[in-house]
């Protein structure tokens, strides 16, 4: 592993009450340095480094391990290591074109769903990214989440759920870097996407979710042409 990471201040793990677990704190502490690349994508994952970084034994750094790896952050890289997930562009626009399929579909489905308060929060926390001075792209993936949460837990269906969710950490695992020039479109396409859910018009909760996917594909077709 990295050895700035072993020699930089271990980041704060969060607090959370006594009653939960250990292992479930390490998830979601390393889940956020993954998110801020502080683990790089294709970066070796080593065991008693990061148990000593985070201040923790290994039983409860294997569990959150596992989770991450069920999670599909981290792979196994050969017998009982493990690497951050690297996405490639390829991969990225597979998995941006089934989300085109399936993201739609689950919007379409929320439409009498989502209560005016998931709304508020959705709009306030998209005032608050597009605020904040400089750019900080972790709370612009937090955004994004809550955005796209507010219609994939409301669609009803477990099984699209789980494989949206799957397909958006892949689909973010790729973007990480590339967030930046997002700010703009991104914020006017979910405004669309949460106009159209405070209507109730689900054709056009489906057409501009069809819109902001594709408009993901194109920008990662220009980044790379």
């Known amino acids: ?97 089934v989300r085109e399929i399936l993201e739609p579909e689950a919007a379409f489905l929320s439409t009498d769903r989502v209560s005016p308060r998931e709304l508020h929060d959705a709009r306030t926390a998209l005032d ?9 792209y972790l709370e612009h993936l937090k955004c994004d989440d809550l955005v796209h949460e507010v219609f994939i837990r409301n669609c009803s269906n477990e099984v699209m759920q789980d494989t949206l969710r799957s397909l958006r950490i892949t689909t973010q695992l790729f973007e990480i870097d590339r967030l930046t020039d997002r700010l703009d479109p991104d914020s006017r396409e979910h405004d669309a996407i949460l106009d159209a859910l405070e209507q109730k018009d689900g ?23």
Not at 57 to 83: C, D, F, H, N, W
Not at 128 to 136: E, G, N
């Open 128 to 136: 608050s990214v597009r605020a904040t001075q400089p750019y900080d």
């Open 1 to 97: 592993m990295n050895q700035q990471i072993s020699k930089a201040k271990p980041p704060t793990i969060l607090h959370r009450p006594a009653v939960r677990k250990l292992s479930d704190m390490a998830y979601e502490t390393l889940a956020v340095m993954i998110r801020e690349r502080k683990l790089k994508s294709g970066e070796a994952i080593v065991e008693q480094h990061l148990a000593e970084h985070l201040g923790l034994s290994r039983t409860p750094l294997r569990q959150a391990l596992q989770r991450l790896e069920i999670e599909g952050l981290l792979v196994k890289s050969g017998g009982r290591s493990y690497l951050v997930r690297k996405v490639n562009v390829a991969e990225y626009l597979q998995s941006l074109r």
């Open 203 to 225: 054709k056009l909760v489906r057409r501009t979710v069809v819109a902001h996917i594709r408009s993901l594909i194109r920008s990662a077709i220009a980044a790379i042409a």
